[in-house]
């Protein structure tokens, strides 16, 4: 079994600026990607930003020239800066990587969740 947990939440001022983490944790898996989802009150999950083995990036368009998603491979752990925030970016901040292990492949695992809250 694959854990990720998040950290790095909290309560921000509009414009100011978090950074997450999400670390994993397990035996013997092999991280195919990375990435970071969101769900505010009342919405559904929605992309924010992913990483692959590769580097290469995606991003939401809400999150383009705020936000930048990195990776430190050696430690299975994963980034979210976020600057220039926004009162509409309040959400839980969920992690993603699906991970495949040898003798049970591919799986899709999710962290517990950060509050970002964006407010003055």
């Known amino acids: 079994q694959v854990q990720l947990v998040e950290s790095g939440g909290g309560l921000v001022q509009p414009g100011g600026s978090l950074t997450l983490s999400c670390a994993a944790s397990?035996?013997?898996?092999?991280?195919?990607?990375m990435g970071w989802y969101r769900q505010a009150p009342g919405k559904q999950r929605e992309l924010v930003a992913t990483?692959?083995?590769?580097?290469?990036?995606n991003y939401a368009d809400s999150a383009k020239g705020r936000f930048t998603i990195s990776r430190d491979n050696a430690r299975n752990t994963a980034y979210l800066q976020m600057n220039s925030l926004k009162p509409e970016d309040t959400a839980v901040y969920f992690c993603y990587a699906p991970t495949w292990r040898p003798g049970s492949g591919s799986s899709d695992n999710w962290g517990q969740g950060t509050r970002v809250t964006v407010s003055s």
């Open positions: 990483i692959n083995n590769g580097g290469i990036t």
């Open positions: 397990g035996s013997d898996f092999i991280i195919l990607a």
